[in-house]
Nanobody, 126 residues
Framework: QVQLRESGGGLVQAGGSLRLSCAAS????????MAWFRQAAGKERQLVAT????????YYSDSVKGRFTISRDNAKDTMYLQMNSLKPEDTAVYYC???????????????????WGQGTQVTVSS
């Protein structure tokens, strides 16, 4: 069964850090773009960051640029999101996703991602 599983979420004070992991199983996504999305209560799912197959190209939303770092280790079939200087407005469920229909490119639209994890809650207290 093809799966993505997020881990590393939790409760942290404003200004703190968390590192999210997204582990793949059932197949490799080494050739595919992957991304982190988040969805706050009552809001639409939002792209946080995305990267291409080897991490050589990355994209960040303006709201996280300079604070978050996306990376991947294809040997471990795992993607990461290092989150620093966290703010209360970063509170959301964070999802990882893979676009298996694209090789070696970048994908920016949620609808084009076909494999999703179950999500991990990140709560930032003020």
């Amino acid at each position: 069964q093809v799966q993505l599983r997020e881990s590393g979420g939790g409760l942290v004070q404003a200004g703190g850090s968390l590192r999210l992991s997204c582990a793949a199983s059932g197949r490799t996504f080494a050739n595919n773009p992957m991304a982190w999305f988040r969805q706050a209560a009552g809001k639409e799912r939002q792209l946080v960051a995305t990267l291409n197959w080897n991490g050589g190209a990355t994209y960040y939303s303006d709201s996280v640029k300079g604070r978050f770092t996306i990376s991947r280790d294809n040997a471990k079939d795992t993607m990461y999101l290092q989150m620093n200087s966290l703010k209360p407005e970063d509170t959301a469920v964070y999802y990882c996703a893979a676009d298996t229909r694209t090789d070696f490119g970048m994908t920016y639209v949620a609808a084009e991602y076909d494999i999703w994890g179950q999500g991990t809650q990140v709560t930032v207290s003020s």
